[in-house]
Nanobody, 121 residues
Framework: QVQLVESGGGLVQAGGSLRLSCEAS????????MGWLRQAPGKEREFVAA????????YYADSVKGRFTISRDNFKNTVSLQMNSLKTADTAVYYC??????????????WGQGTQVTVSS
């Protein structure tokens, strides 16, 4: 079984930055696609970013392109999301997720508990 634990959320002013981290335990995620998704109050959960198992393929939602960067460290079994130029629209609970197939179907097998990001104006 895989456990994912996010950290790094918090309150930041618009234009600021935050770095989210996700640490995995239970097994190595080096062959998994890792992703970040978010859910704002009253809205459905949406895709933010994903990274292939080697880190060679990166995908971003249009709303975060150029501002967010996803990365991973397979030795440390972690994945991170650097968020710059934050906007109030980025306020949401952010979830780390793992796809055991290594694909990009957005059908994730494991989820973290989420970390709150609040961007104030």
């Amino acid at each position: 079984q895989v456990q994912l634990v996010e950290s790094g959320g918090g309150l930041v002013q618009a234009g600021g930055s935050l770095r989210l981290s996700c640490e995995a335990s239970g097994r190595s995620l080096s062959s998994y696609t890792m992703g970040w998704l978010r859910q704002a109050p009253g809205k459905e959960r949406e895709f933010v970013a994903a990274i292939s198992w080697r880190g060679a393929r990166l995908y971003y939602a249009d709303s975060v392109k150029g501002r967010f960067t996803i990365s991973r460290d397979n030795f440390k079994n972690t994945v991170s999301l650097q968020m710059n130029s934050l906007k109030t629209a980025d306020t949401a609970v952010y979830y780390c997720a793992a796809d055991a197939t290594g694909g990009f179907s957005l059908d994730y097998d494991y989820w973290g508990q989420g970390t709150q990001v609040t961007v104030s104006s």
